[in-house]
């Protein structure tokens, strides 16, 4: 996709989303692109209620392609980041009567991804692929918030035995 697109949207209840992307020829055999994009949700609660369920996000992120000429070996590499702002509400527990309150909060959540792959033939026949991913999410969330970091790495070979049959391993 290359060029530039503007998109957007608008409600009673909620502005977005909103998005911008832009992509171009990067070297001779490849291409990349960028993009941002937003939303504003408004509260559900009735309109004499606490604000406690409203949300906001924005999310970039970029992806880039390159390939050889033919396209025997390609290598693609793409991001994303984003960060939220969680309404919410809940029971949080006290030592006095009534023994509880409720609470009412913004609550964090924000994550980041990159992922990498590489493909092509293999010598004496067949194809590889190679990828790995990076991935990490903070959430603040109550009762309970995490922070997760997930890594995996994936290979596989690809051969044809005979005709009609192909094995895959990784």
């Known amino acids: 996709s290359q060029g530039a697109l503007v998109s957007g949207a608008i409600g009673s209840d909620v502005r977005g989303p909103v998005a911008a992307r832009y992509g171009w020829k990067a070297g001779s055999g490849g291409h990349a692109r960028l993009y941002v994009k937003a939303v ?33 070996r390609r290598l693609t590499v793409q991001g994303d980041a984003y960060a939220v ?7 949080e527990l006290i030592g006095t009567p009534p023994f509880s309150r409720r ?3 913004t ?10 792959r590489w493909s092509g033939p293999l010598s004496g026949g067949g194809r590889f692929q190679l990828q790995t991913y990076l991935d990490r999410t ?31 391993t990784g």
Not at 41 to 70: C, I, K, L, N
Not at 85 to 91: K, Y
Request: no cysteine; glycine share 10%.
């Open 103 to 105: 609470v009412e909060r």
């Open 85 to 91: 702002a969680l309404g919410q509400q809940f029971s």
């Open 138 to 168: 903070s959430r603040d969330e109550r009762p309970v918030g995490e922070v997760r970091h997930t890594f995996d790495v994936d290979g596989q070979l690809q051969r044809r035995l005979w005709a009609g049959h192909e094995i895959v």
């Open 40 to 72: 504003d949700r408004e509260s559900h609660a009735a309109s004499d209620a606490p604000d406690y369920d409203s949300w906001q996000m924005v999310q970039t992120g970029f992806r880039g392609d390159w390939a050889q000429a033919g396209g025997a």
């Open 107 to 116: 609550a964090p959540l924000s994550g980041a991804n990159v992922l990498a």
